[in-house]
């Protein structure tokens, strides 16, 4: 099946700070999504993007699907945008594949 | 307010008793799906509907067993044969054909 893998797992940022996540995956897709998990648990779609470039906030997300990776950007981070990031794409029949995540811990 | 609500928040489960997770949702969705999370993993899928009165086994469905009576619920039970079921349990339903997802809370479920 499809393999998603998301990099750098563990990421400790100062407030203010800019960062990059990716995600690879390793065939073609038709449906993308980045997702943040709160210290508590809840899961929060923050992108549906198979290509292209999106902007929400302090928030982006690219997709470059011919060469299979996306990249989240986090500019100016604040301590609420602590917790972990998953990538998800589309395995047909409608379910998703999920990669582990990019744990990131944003200090004052 | 639209969304969907899972419950208990917590759960704890006795040696060989089975359990069941709620999960209902208010936005007439008609899929939803169960996934389990273990501590530094992402989401497994367990069990997954499409549509009232039919469900499909995801990826770790051994151990578990699922309803779909109405489009508005989807119970997981997990049962004995699941004999690590310490994790936590979210509960999604889906939007339409780009398969955007959305989830509750979660259930943390342990055993005694």
């Known amino acids: 099946g499809i393999q998603v893998e998301q990099s750098p797992p563990d990421l400790i940022l100062q407030e203010g700070a800019n960062s990059t996540l990716r995600c690879n995956f390793s065939d073609s897709v038709n449906n993308l999504q980045w997702f943040h998990q709160n210290p508590w648990g809840q899961l929060i779609n923050l992108f549906y993007?198979?290509?292209g470039t999106k902007q929400n906030g302090r928030l982006s997300a690219t997709t470059v699907a011919t060469e299979r990776y996306s990249l989240l950007y986090i500019s100016s981070s604040q301590t609420t945008d602590s917790g972990v990031y998953f990538c998800?794409?589309?395995?047909?029949?409608?379910?998703?594949?999920f990669g582990k995540g990019n744990q990131v811990v944003v200090i004052p | 307010d639209g969304g969907i609500t899972q419950s208990p928040k917590y759960l704890f489960r006795k040696e060989g008793q089975n359990v069941t997770l709620s999960c209902e949702q208010n936005l007439n969705h008609d899929a939803m799906y169960w996934y389990r999370q273990d501590p530094g993993q992402g989401l497994r899928l367990i069990y997954y509907?499409?549509?009232?009165?039919?469900?499909q086994k995801g990826d770790i469905a051994e151990g578990y067993s699922v309803s779909r009576e109405k489009k508005e619920s989807f119970p997981l039970t997990v049962t004995s044969a699941q004999k690590n079921p310490t994790a936590f349990y979210l509960c999604a339903s889906r939007l339409g054909a780009k398969n955007i997802q959305y989830f509750g809370a979660g259930t943390r479920l342990s055993v005694l």
């Open positions: 993007i198979p290509s």
């Open positions: 998800a794409v589309e395995r047909g029949n409608n379910r998703l594949a």
């Open positions: 509907s499409q549509i009232v009165n039919d469900f």
